[in-house]
C-alpha cells in the first residue's frame, strides 16, 4: 500500500517552460488536493478535487491548472513557469464517512520545483 | 470555515506533557477540529480529530472546551521527534482542508 505518491521529486525548469506534477492515491478516496508550500511558511491550498470530474480553486490557484483524471490521479499543471512558482508541492487525498465527512487527509512526499 | 489562533512557537521539555493551545471561537456546531503535524520538510501527518468530546489516539489527546472555542493538543510525553510544526484545522463535512500558521513546537533535551 503506497498511499500517496507523487512524481518527480525534484525538478529544475527554465522560465517559460511547460510541467506537469503527477499525484496518485491507492485508498480509493474521494477527495484530492495540492499545496504549495514556500520556505518557511505554512502550506496553502492550490486546487481542490471534491471527487471525480470536478475542480475547485484554492487560496493560490493563478498560474496553475490541475486535471481529475479519474478517481486515482490528480495532476497539476503548470503552463508557463514564473521564479515565483519556485516552491515544494504537496498532493494530497482523504476519504468519505457514511456520515459524508472527510477522513483524514494523507499526503506525498513533496516535488521540490525550482524555476530559474 | 472557522478560523483558527495558535502561538507561533513553543517549547517543551524532552520527557515532560507538551500543551499546544488553538482558539477556534466561531466554530460552528458541524465542524470538526483537526490537528495534523509537519515534521521538518516532510508531508503533514494526521494526528487527531474530534467534535465535541475529548479523544486520545497513540499519539495525542484532544481536549476541546465544553463551548468548543479553544481546544488543546496534549503530546503526554514529548520526545525529540516530536519537534515540528503544529497545525490546528476547523472544517465540516466534505470542505477543503485549509492550514493556518500553525505552531513550531521544539522538544529541548
Known amino acids: 500500500n503506497a498511499g500517496v505518491t507523487q512524481t518527480p521529486k525534484f525538478q529544475v525548469l527554465k522560465t517559460g517552460q511547460s510541467m506537469t506534477l503527477q499525484c496518485a492515491q491507492d485508498m480509493n478516496h474521494n477527495s484530492m488536493y495540492w499545496y504549495r508550500q514556500d520556505p518557511g511558511m505554512g502550506l496553502r491550498l492550490i486546487y481542490y478535487?471534491?471527487?471525480?470530474?470536478?475542480?475547485d480553486k484554492g487560496e493560490v490557484p493563478n498560474g496553475y491548472n490541475v486535471s481529475r483524471l479519474n478517481k486515482r490521479e490528480f495532476s497539476l499543471r503548470l503552463e508557463s513557469a514564473a521564479p515565483s512558482q519556485t516552491s515544494v508541492y504537496f498532493c494530497?487525498?482523504?476519504?468519505?464517512?457514511?456520515?459524508?465527512?472527510?477522513?483524514?487527509?494523507?499526503f506525498g512526499q513533496g516535488t521540490r520545483l525550482t524555476v530559474v | 470555515d472557522a478560523k483558527t489562533t495558535q502561538p507561533p512557537s513553543m517549547d517543551c521539555a524532552e520527557g515532560r506533557a507538551a500543551n499546544l493551545p488553538c482558539n477556534h471561537s466561531?466554530?460552528?456546531?458541524?465542524?470538526?477540529v483537526y490537528w495534523y503535524r509537519q515534521i521538518h520538510s516532510q508531508g503533514p501527518q494526521y494526528i487527531i480529530h474530534?467534535?465535541?468530546n475529548n479523544e486520545t489516539n497513540e499519539m495525542a489527546s484532544l481536549i476541546i472546551t465544553e463551548d468548543r472555542k479553544s481546544s488543546t493538543l496534549i503530546l503526554p510525553h514529548a520526545t525529540l521527534r516530536d519537534t515540528a510544526v503544529y497545525y490546528c484545522i476547523v472544517r465540516r463535512g466534505a470542505q477543503k482542508l485549509v492550514f493556518g500558521q500553525g505552531t513550531r513546537l521544539t522538544i529541548n533535551p
Open positions: 474530534g467534535l465535541k
Open positions: 478535487s471534491a471527487s471525480e470530474g470536478t475542480t
Open positions: 466561531t466554530i460552528s456546531g458541524n465542524e470538526y
Open positions: 494530497a487525498s482523504s476519504g468519505r464517512t457514511e456520515q459524508l465527512t472527510n477522513t483524514e487527509a494523507f
